[in-house]
């Protein structure tokens, strides 16, 4: 099975530097071009399944890509992006200038990030992970064969995480990945022995990573 992780368009929050985390935005008139522009990507593959984080800026991204594939879109609250609490719906700018050292971490250690009443990327990792093998299981329930793809619309710090934690990689190392912009396409495989394997991060084969740097 073949499962591949698309990051939302851009939303309006995106544009203006402020935290979204699990709070709703929309995507804005960029980010509904990038999702047209992949689309014809997107109606190539010959999806088997498709599904999204239930926020709305994926469900949209995926509504665009799945226009003209006749698939149900399965909507899943493990795949929403890193819950951060305290700091959604704020200024980028204004957290930096309030909380220098949780900001710190969170931009460049995010090993270290511990945010009271937010997520850590360990939990963020470890749910995601868990939502892609519940995929994994609930597409073998349903007799699909192994050269089935699948579509995931996601979020860039869970995709982020998920695939650092699939492929080994430290969270410590998590911010030197490749970049993930929106819209941006990953690949993993599962084999028989149901093993999940990164093979693109973002577009970028897994081997060229700077996480492997």
């Not at 960029?30 to 522009?37: F, L």
């Not at 879109?73 to 957290?95: F, N, V």
């Not at 050292?101 to 250690?109: G, I």
Request: proline share 3%; hydrophobic share 35%.
């Amino acid at each position: 099975m073949q499962l591949f992780l698309v990051r939302h368009g851009e939303t309006e929050w995106n544009a203006e530097r402020r935290v979204q985390g699990q709070s709703e935005s929309k995507l804005n008139a960029r980010g509904r071009e990038q999702a047209e522009q992949l689309r014809p990507w997107a109606e190539s593959m010959g999806f088997s399944a498709t599904y999204s984080s239930s926020s709305l800026r994926t469900v949209q991204t995926a509504e665009i890509l799945t226009r003209n594939i006749e698939l149900p879109l399965h909507k899943r609250d493990d795949l929403r992006e890193i819950y951060l609490g305290p700091w959604e719906q704020l200024l980028w700018a204004d957290i930096e200038q309030s909380c220098t050292s949780e900001f710190t971490n969170f931009r460049d250690y995010p090993h270290l990030f511990n945010l009271e009443g937010a997520e850590t990327y360990t939990e963020l990792r470890d749910r995601g992970i868990a939502g892609l093998k519940e995929i994994h299981q609930r597409q073998k329930r349903t007799g699909l064969d192994q050269n089935d793809k699948v579509l995931v619309v996601s979020h860039g710090a869970l995709i982020a995480a998920v695939l650092a934690g699939l492929a080994s990689v430290n969270l410590a190392r998590l911010k030197k990945q490749p970049g993930l912009g929106n819209c941006s396409v990953s690949e993993l495989h599962i084999d028989a022995s149901g093993r999940f394997n990164v093979v693109t991060v973002g577009g970028m084969p897994l081997h060229e990573s700077p996480w492997f740097e």
